[in-house]
């Protein structure tokens, strides 16, 4: 059974950084995509960041670009999300995700292209 571990949320004043970490288990994936995802009270999950396996191809949503670095340690098979400046408009449930599938960038900005999902880490960013 696969499971991703989410970690790092919490509560953070506007203009602070925290730190995302997902590690995936229960599975060896190879040729993989991950991906961050948020979601806020009363809004539909929006894609944030993702990251292929080799970690040569990241890409973000434009809101998040340049305060924003998601990075992977293979040796820990770990995903980051880094998070600088945030704004209280960054208050969400934060989500990874693994896809398995093949698509170009815009594929992988969608929720329905990935296989596997954590349970969610809450950000909340006062102002």
């Known amino acids: 059974q696969v499971q991703l571990v989410e970690s790092g949320g919490g509560l953070v004043q506007a203009g602070g950084s925290l730190r995302l970490s997902c590690a995936p288990s229960?599975?060896?994936?190879?040729?993989?995509?991950m991906g961050w995802f948020r979601q806020a009270p009363g809004k539909e999950r929006e894609f944030v960041a993702r990251?292929?396996?080799?970690?040569?191809?990241?890409y973000y949503q434009d809101s998040v670009k340049g305060r924003f670095t998601i990075s992977k340690d293979n040796a820990k098979n770990t995903v980051y999300l880094q998070m600088d400046s945030l704004k209280p408009e960054d208050t969400a449930v934060y989500f990874c995700?693994?896809?398995?599938?093949?698509?170009?960038?815009?594929?992988?900005?969608?929720?329905?292209?990935?296989?596997?999902w954590g349970q969610g880490t809450q950000v909340t960013v006062s102002s």
């Open positions: 995700a693994v896809s398995t599938r093949f698509g170009d960038t815009y594929y992988y900005s969608r929720p329905g292209a990935y296989d596997y």
């Open positions: 229960g599975r060896t994936f190879s040729n993989y995509v």
């Open positions: 990251i292929t396996w080799s970690g040569s191809s990241v």
